[in-house]
C-alpha cells in the first residue's frame, strides 16, 4: 500500500517538509480556492504540484498522487438546467490533472454540506481531543437554531424534548459554536460555507429531491465523465457521506454497501471506484468494514484509515478514536486491502496498489497548544500512520513467511 498524506496547500500548519519526516511517500491534496464549478487549469496544478514536488538534493521525494476533491457543483446534484457546464468543467479539470500525471481523484456527492461534527474539540480520557458528532446537539441545532421546516417528522417526541433540554442549556457562545462547526466550513469542504439564512435556501432547492432522484443524478454525471476517465486512465473514488445517512431532511445516496452495490451494478466502468473511508461507513453499525473491504477490493482505490467509536446509548453519535482502539476490526480491514493488492498483482495489474492516508488523527501533546486544522493535527495523524504501518509490517511479514 501506498502511505499518503494531506496537504492544505502552502496555509496548512503541517508542511511538506514536515511530511516528508512522518515517512509517508504520497500527497493527497487539492486547489482549495478555485470557486465550485471552474475549471483547474494545467498551469494552476503545476504550480501546486512543485510546491509538492520539488525538493533539495539527498531528501526523500514526495509525490503529488491523489486529489480530494474535486467539487461537484450543486447545480449537478440538483440536475438544473444549464447543469452541463459545471460537468464539462469537471471534465476540464480531470483532463488537465491526467495531464500533469495525477490519475486518482476522491469526490464526493453529498448536498449542501460535506462531512459534519458538532464537536471539534471533544475531550478524551487521554487527555487529548477528538471530533465528535453528537445526535441530541445536532438535534438542538435542527429545532432551535436553524428552525428547519418540517425536521419534527425526522424525530419523535422524546427526541424532540430532549433535543429542547440540550440547547436549553447551552450558553450562547456554545450555540454559536455549534453553528459554525456544523455549516461555517471544515477542513478539506469543497462547499461553501454558509450562514443560517444561506443554509435554509438551499435546504429549500432539495425539498422535491428524493434518494431516487439525487441517485439518478449521480448516475447521469458519471456517465458523462467515466467514458473520459477510461480514456485517461483515471480511478474516480467516491467518498461516502459523512455521517452515512438523511440529513437536515437531504437525501444521501453513499451510505452502505447497498448503495454501492447500486452505483456499480449501474456504471460497471473500471475507472468507477471508490474511496473505502473506514471511520465514515463505520459510523454506521450496520456497515461491516472488513466484508465491505473483500466486496469491493477491486472498487477500492484510496482508503481512509481511522476508527470511531459508537455511543451505546445512542447509536447515531459517535467520536473518533485511535486507528486501532475503536467499534472496527482495523487490523482485518487491512488484511483484506493487502489480499485486494495480491490479487491485483497475480493479475498482472499494472497499478496495484492502494493509496491509504491516516485520516483524523486526535489534537495531543504539542499540537494542543497549536493552530491545526480540527482533524489534522500533525502528531495525532503520525501516531496514526505509525500504527497502521505497523499492521501492514506485520501482516506482510506473515505473508511472506505463508510463501
Not at 62 to 83: M, Y
Request: charged share 25%.
Amino acid at each position: 500500500m501506498r502511505e499518503s498524506w494531506r496537504w492544505f496547500g502552502p496555509s496548512d500548519p503541517v508542511t511538506i517538509d514536515d511530511i516528508r519526516q512522518t515517512g509517508a511517500t504520497d500527497i493527497v491534496s487539492a486547489l482549495q480556492g478555485i470557486p465550485t464549478g471552474e475549471p483547474w487549469s494545467i498551469e494552476a496544478i503545476e504550480k501546486h504540484q512543485a510546491l509538492i514536488e520539488r525538493f533539495e538534493t539527498n531528501l526523500t521525494p514526495l509525490t503529488w498522487s491523489v486529489v480530494e476533491s474535486i467539487p461537484v457543483h450543486e447545480d449537478i446534484k440538483l440536475a438544473r438546467a444549464g447543469h452541463e457546464q459545471y460537468v464539462d468543467s469537471w471534465i476540464a479539470s480531470m483532463e488537465n490533472l491526467a495531464h500533469c500525471g495525477i490519475k486518482t481523484i476522491c469526490y464526493n456527492f453529498m448536498p449542501v454540506i460535506d462531512w459534519t461534527r458538532t464537536d471539534l474539540k471533544f475531550k478524551l480520557p487521554s487527555g487529548a481531543f477528538a471530533l465528535r458528532f453528537d445526535q441530541r446537539k445536532f438535534a438542538a441545532f435542527e429545532f432551535f437554531i436553524l428552525q428547519r421546516v418540517n425536521a419534527e417528522l425526522d424525530y419523535s417526541k422524546e427526541e424532540i424534548a430532549e433535543a429542547r433540554q440540550v440547547f436549553e442549556q447551552m450558553s450562547e457562545a456554545e450555540r454559536q459554536q455549534l453553528t459554525n462547526n456544523i455549516i461555517a466550513g471544515l477542513p478539506g469542504k469543497m462547499t461553501e460555507a454558509y450562514g443560517i439564512d444561506d443554509f435554509r435556501a438551499m435546504l429549500a432547492c432539495y425539498k422535491d429531491i428524493t434518494p431516487a432522484i439525487l441517485r439518478d443524478n449521480l448516475f447521469s454525471f458519471l456517465s458523462k465523465i467515466l467514458p473520459r476517465a477510461e480514456a485517461l486512465g483515471v480511478k474516480l473514488a467516491i467518498h461516502p457521506d459523512d455521517p452515512p445517512r438523511d440529513m437536515f431532511g437531504l437525501p444521501r445516496v453513499i451510505c452502505t454497501a447497498d448503495d454501492l452495490e447500486l452505483l456499480f451494478g449501474a456504471l460497471p466502468s473500471p475507472s468507477n471506484g471508490m474511496t473505502l473511508c473506514v471511520g465514515t461507513y463505520g459510523s454506521r453499525p450496520d456497515n461491516n468494514l472488513p466484508a465491505m473491504a473483500r466486496q469491493f477490493g477491486s472498487r477500492i482505490h484510496f482508503s481512509h484509515l481511522r476508527g470511531v467509536c459508537l455511543d451505546p446509548k445512542e447509536p447515531r453519535s459517535f467520536y473518533e478514536a485511535s486507528h486501532l482502539d475503536s467499534d472496527i476490526n482495523m487490523v482485518q480491514v487491512i488484511k483484506e486491502l493487502l489480499d485486494e493488492e495480491k490479487r491485483r498483482q497475480h493479475d498482472g495489474l499494472t497499478n496495484s496498489h492502494i493509496y491509504i492516508r491516516p485520516d483524523h488523527g486526535h489534537q495531543m501533546m504539542d499540537d494542543m497548544g497549536k493552530t491545526v486544522n480540527p482533524g489534522y493535527s500533525a502528531i495525532g495523524r503520525l501516531k496514526g500512520l505509525a500504527e497502521v504501518r505497523g499492521v501492514i509490517r506485520a501482516l506482510s511479514a506473515q505473508n511472506m513467511e505463508a510463501l
